[in-house]
């Protein structure tokens, strides 16, 4: 049996494991294709999940989500790696109804946390209202946890993160830093009350009532950052973004790790990465740190306009401007 935390048995934690886009756009560059007319969003888009006409007037949504924890308690691991895998489902303005477990773990691990693991994900799943239906299980040395996920939106309701108008406002649904604070937890530097605040933000579902709500474009921030995706959102329409640094919401413990140094490596792949897309004034380091970190299972980034964003529990961060050089303009103020 392990001695060895969760955590311990991982290099990288969360969504700062995910490969970086750079290399990853390099990888699936000149894959050959299948085509399918009823294929409506695929590799193209950069979009959350891939999105399938079924010809009579759904949408079916597939998305997959998996990585190795970033906590060492396994119920707690196992309902954040089902919230982000949920969330791509959520972002493109879909329910989900069916998923799968994507398990890896070394054997040296005892039964007792693989099952908490999966309790924490079934747990979610039903808070979702979806049947997670079956899975698959690999013998690995770093424990990896997520699902795939079966979604389906009403043609009319659809949402991609491509829609974003000119004049717009963007909210953002949870506070970032995620990358910042679990980098803090592995050097055990985190109170309690932040570790709380964090677990309760990544443990937290996407379903956010749309309904109603006249929504031009919408993704989940994960581990490419609020640059990142932001900057996918801004591309997709070509409008350019700007950010207010000073209202984006984020957890009180990151600006101060910040300050500290305590980054994930994912952060500076995603600055590097951004460097011909975002332009910064001039403001603290820190304030832009949180910008680039890596977030696992993040809140909404939402397109809108001014007088639907009164509907949402979030705050305005930003607003779409015409095309200029950049994809994103980050301001200290408003
Ligand atoms: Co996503
Ligand atoms: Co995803
Ligand atoms: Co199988």
Do not use: W
Not at 51 to 73: A, N
Not at 87 to 100: C, E, I, N, Q, R
Not at 159 to 165: E, F, P
């Amino acid at each position: 049996m392990s001695d060895k935390t969760l955590t311990q048995l991982c290099q990288t934690a969360g969504c700062a494991a995910k490969i970086g886009p750079g290399v990853l756009a390099e990888v699936v560059k000149n894959l050959p294709r299948y085509e399918n007319k009823n294929l409506l969003l695929g590799f193209d888009t950069s979009d959350d999940a891939c999105v399938y006409d079924l010809g009579d007037g759904r949408y079916l949504i597939e998305t997959i989500d998996f990585f190795p924890p970033m906590v060492d308690d396994p119920y707690v691991f196992g309902q954040i790696a089902a919230a982000n895998a949920l969330s791509d489902v959520y972002a493109m303005g879909g329910k989900p109804f069916l998923a799968m477990n994507l398990l890896c773990f070394p054997t040296c691990l005892e039964l007792e946390r693989v099952k908490a693991i999966l309790q924490g994900g079934h747990d979610k799943a039903v808070e979702a209202k979806t049947v997670i239906a079956g899975g698959h299980t690999i013998d690995d040395f770093t424990p990896k946890y997520g699902l795939s996920v079966s979604g389906f939106a009403a043609s009319d309701s659809l949402l991609t993160n491509a829609g974003a108008k000119e004049g717009d406002v963007l909210v953002l649904t949870k506070p970032l830093g995620t990358g910042i604070l679990t980098t803090a937890l592995k050097a055990e530097m985190l109170e309690d009350k932040d570790y709380q605040a964090l677990i309760k933000s990544m443990t937290k579902l996407n379903n956010i009532d749309l309904s109603g709500i006249e929504v031009h474009a919408c993704t989940d921030v994960t581990g490419f950052s609020l640059m990142g995706h932001g900057r996918e959102m801004a591309d997709g329409a070509n409008v350019t973004i700007e950010i207010f640094a000073e209202r984006v919401p984020q957890f009180d413990a990151a600006l101060n790790f910040a300050r500290m140094g305590m980054i994930p490596a994912g952060a500076y792949r995603n600055r590097e990465f951004l460097k011909d897309k975002v332009v910064c004034d001039e403001m603290p380091l820190e304030l832009t740190d949180v910008l680039f970190d890596p977030q696992t299972s993040g809140g909404l980034l939402i397109a809108l306009p001014e007088k639907e964003a009164a509907k949402i529990d979030a705050p305005i961060i930003g607003q779409v401007l015409p095309r200029g050089q950049k994809s994103i303009h980050v301001r200290k103020t408003a």
